[in-house]
């Protein structure tokens, strides 16, 4: 990637917190955040690798553990509010945005 860190941007401050851009991959053989991912539209997407399968939820639910794990918030402050069926997923992290602000750059600071 030749993009600066301030070009990468997978969040978006929002009325109720932040919304996290993620793309999702079920089946993986570990969990983990794997890195930012610019898509073709210019966009970019936290990259985020589940080891469930993409059935009844299930990989939404470990996509919600892992990001919970990574970035330190508690799992009830992370609602998937689009991309239920989706590889891309907006996930809405509540509380102040400031703070999750600043976590989320301290967090991608090591993808850069």
Request: with cysteine.
């Amino acid at each position: 990637m030749n993009s600066s860190l301030e070009d990468l941007t997978p969040y978006s401050v929002a009325v109720a917190g932040v919304k996290l851009f993620v793309r999702l991959s079920p089946g993986a053989s570990a969990n983990r955040v794997d890195g930012l991912y610019d898509q073709a539209d210019g966009t970019c997407r936290l990259k985020v690798k589940v080891t469930t399968v993409p059935e009844k939820g299930k990989a939404n639910k470990a996509l919600q553990k892992v990001l919970s794990k990574y970035l330190k918030i508690p799992a009830r402050d992370l609602e998937l509010i689009a991309g239920q069926t989706d590889r891309n997923k907006t996930i809405l992290i509540t509380g102040n945005a400031d703070q999750v602000v600043s976590e989320l750059k301290l967090r991608f600071a090591e993808f850069s």
